[in-house]
């Protein structure tokens, strides 16, 4: 089994080179997305927990490290997804769309969301797997973890509102409303 | 920059690591992936929703700096500071075994050189989405409970008469109620 994967959960991993000098402008674009239900992240709906970071450098430790490294800026992009890697970047660029190629577009070689294949195939060279990947619920799609929140939250309603009630009633109402 | 989305944080940290890394993190994280007590261990820490290392021997799409790096990413509720000292007290030997070829790892005890370390080596997300931001990990797992009980109750329902049914309400309630 692939080391990105945990039950039906997948860690995808991506980084790609900024184009020289877009470092700044990308980051503001990052910067400025709009967060939750309108963040571009929110229509593709396979994705749990998702970021962008820009990655200007690496940082030089001292104690014993004789060498400074030099990274020209990359993006980072990680998502802890559901299901397989292929449908879900075809998901991503179809409901990505623009915003994608707003992202991407400052990156070396980034062939566009027009590009089904070319965009698949960029965002997968890009790519790096885990050593370790750890998901509390990886058996659990976003759909299923919504639906879970959404009974349990129902059954607390439903508890306290029977409270009291006779065998038949309270049998009725759980039928009607599970 | 927005490391916080509803009731998650983001932490992304890249750190350098000595020749003796290469030959060590690869025992250190497939032992991760084959001994379930490592994975069990970061189950205890209740508040991890998704965490991940990665190896980056080269850059993609294939840079080689003069070292390799240790790439560790988490999403988990609760504040920064006390992910951290988690970490350091429940899992210290892993956190050696993981970053102790790393330039500048301090060890995780005590907590605080441990914390300025990670803190010197985190980059801020600049997006971040998080698909239920109103959830904690605990209430997602306990959710998956619930929903089962809740399931399994409603999958007999029918064939049972008003006061079976009541029983078997009530022993629901009282085998889930941690997890209401």
């Known amino acids: 089994m692939s080391r990105n994967?945990?039950?039906?959960?997948?860690?995808?991993?991506?980084?790609?080179?900024?184009?020289?000098?877009?470092?700044?402008?990308?980051?503001?674009?990052?910067?400025?997305?709009?967060?939750?239900?309108?963040?571009?992240?929110?229509?593709?709906?396979?994705?749990?927990?998702?970021r962008w970071v820009v990655i200007d450098h690496v940082k030089y430790q001292g104690h014993g490290q004789r060498h400074r490294d030099h990274l020209p800026p990359r993006l980072l992009f990680t998502s802890n997804l559901d299901g397989d890697l292929d449908s879900y970047l075809e998901a991503l660029r179809t409901a990505l769309g623009e915003d994608a190629d707003a992202v991407w577009g400052h990156c070396v070689g980034y062939p566009g969301?027009?590009?089904?294949?070319?965009?698949?195939?960029?965002?997968?060279?890009?790519?790096?797997?885990?050593?370790?990947?750890?998901?509390?619920?990886?058996a659990r799609t976003v759909d299923r973890v919504h639906a879970d929140l959404?009974?349990?939250?129902?059954?607390?309603?439903?508890?306290?509102?029977?409270q009291g009630l006779e065998p038949a009633a309270l049998k009725a109402r759980f039928l009607e409303r599970f | 920059m927005a490391n916080?989305?509803?009731?998650?944080?983001?932490?992304?940290?890249?750190?350098?690591?000595?020749?003796?890394g290469r030959l060590l993190l690869p025992v250190v994280f497939w032992v991760g992936r084959h001994a379930?007590?490592?994975?069990?261990?970061?189950?205890?820490?209740?508040?991890?929703?998704?965490?991940?290392?990665?190896?980056v021997k080269r850059f993609p799409p294939g840079e080689r700096l003069k070292y390799e790096y240790l790439l560790f990413e988490s999403n988990f509720n609760g504040s920064w500071d006390q992910y951290i000292d988690a970490f350091s007290e429940v899992v210290p030997q892993r956190m050696i075994g993981i970053w102790g070829t790393s330039y500048g790892f301090p060890g995780p005890i005590p907590v605080e050189p441990f914390?300025?370390?990670?803190?010197?080596?985190?980059?801020?997300?600049?997006?971040?989405?998080?698909?239920?931001?109103?959830?904690?990990?605990?209430?997602?797992?306990?959710?998956e409970r619930v929903a089962a009980a809740v399931d399994d109750l409603r999958a007999r329902a029918e064939s049972l008469e008003p006061s079976a049914f009541k029983a078997a309400y009530e022993d629901m309630l009282t085998s889930i109620q941690r997890d209401l």
């Open chain 1, 150 to 162: 959404a009974k349990r939250a129902r059954l607390i309603e439903f508890a306290l509102e029977a």
């Open chain 2, 36 to 55: 379930t007590w490592t994975l069990k261990k970061l189950q205890m820490l209740s508040f991890i929703h998704y965490a991940r290392w990665v190896i």
């Open chain 2, 4 to 20: 916080v989305e509803g009731r998650a944080t983001a932490i992304t940290v890249l750190t350098p690591y000595k020749w003796t």
């Open chain 1, 5 to 50: 994967v945990s039950g039906q959960a997948y860690a995808l991993t991506v980084l790609t080179p900024i184009v020289d000098g877009h470092a700044p402008e990308l980051t503001a674009h990052l910067d400025a997305l709009p967060e939750g239900d309108d963040s571009p992240l929110a229509r593709v709906g396979r994705t749990h927990l998702a």
């Open chain 2, 115 to 143: 914390k300025d370390y990670i803190r010197a080596n985190e980059y801020v997300a600049n997006h971040y989405w998080n698909a239920y931001p109103g959830a904690t990990t605990t209430e997602i797992i306990s959710a």
């Open chain 1, 113 to 138: 969301h027009r590009d089904a294949a070319g965009f698949a195939r960029w965002l997968k060279a890009h790519e790096i797997e885990a050593a370790l990947f750890f998901a509390a619920y990886g």
